[in-house]
């Protein structure tokens, strides 16, 4: 048997290019829900081997016939994600000047809008995507400031009542709709608290984010996460909260 070729140049570019592809592709879909269908589909496609390889003539013959209308399904449904996506290869990523510590430039910002007893509502993404959220509101891809996230809350235009969701160090979007929590009322705490306390406590039941929120009637501020709201802490803890989740 004659022996394989010498990996060379040509090959070393090729193998970059793949992972490049390879790299923007999960980067576009880790932002979407359709990351999730991605996981399901791939479980589905080692069923799918794992059928084939062991001769299990009956789902294989299931999987032959319903791939291809599957694949159109998924294309389909997932048409804005799609054009979405390709949208985003053809401009690139944007990227805004270097900010500032983002713990310090949200701190900044909540402790501002409590004292003045603005609104705000202000979502940290985890491991769980928020853009689908984000899609109601305006996409932004600008750097963490507390003057921006200020201005976005205090100008009473029309992104001020929605949700900023914060990336890393970057706002993605504002003006976003959060899911309403539907726990039980005979808890209490719907009572006292208003409509963003339970966006906040909603999301913070379905993914791993962190929710921040200022209450306009009192000035406080408000914590939810893991399916938790903790309400009316103090600065100290708000700020050990966001320092927690910036480590990690």
Request: net charge negative; aromatic share 6%; proline share 4%.
């Amino acid at each position: 048997m004659a022996p394989p070729d010498d990996f060379g140049l040509r090959d070393a570019i090729d193998v970059v290019i793949l992972a490049v592809l390879f790299y923007h592709a999960y980067a576009l879909l880790i932002e979407s829900r359709a990351w999730n269908v991605f996981r399901g589909l791939a479980a589905l496609l080692v069923l799918w081997f794992i059928a084939t390889q062991t001769g299990l003539e009956g789902t294989r013959f299931l999987f032959d016939r319903v791939a291809p209308v599957a694949f159109i399904a998924v294309v389909v449904v997932f048409q804005p994600e799609l054009r979405a996506a390709l949208e985003r290869v053809g401009r690139g990523r944007r990227r805004g000047a270097a900010g500032g510590d983002p713990v310090q430039e949200i701190m900044t910002a909540v402790r501002d809008l409590a004292q003045q007893r603005v609104g705000a509502l202000i979502a940290l993404q985890g491991t769980t995507p928020l853009a689908a959220y984000g899609r109601a509101g305006r996409e932004l891809g600008a750097p963490v400031s507390a003057a921006l996230l200020h201005t976005i809350f205090a100008s009473r235009g029309p992104l001020h009542d929605g949700a900023v969701i914060i990336r890393d160090d970057v706002i993605t979007h504002a003006g976003a709709i959060l899911p309403l929590s539907d726990r039980d009322e005979d808890e209490g705490w719907m009572a006292r608290l208003g409509t963003r306390h339970r966006a906040a406590l909603g999301l913070a039941e379905v993914s791993d984010a962190l929710v921040i929120v200022v209450s306009e009637e009192r000035g406080t501020v408000s914590v939810a996460q893991q399916g938790e709201l903790r309400a009316d802490i103090a600065p100290a803890d708000v700020l050990s909260t966001l320092q927690e989740v910036y480590a990690a």
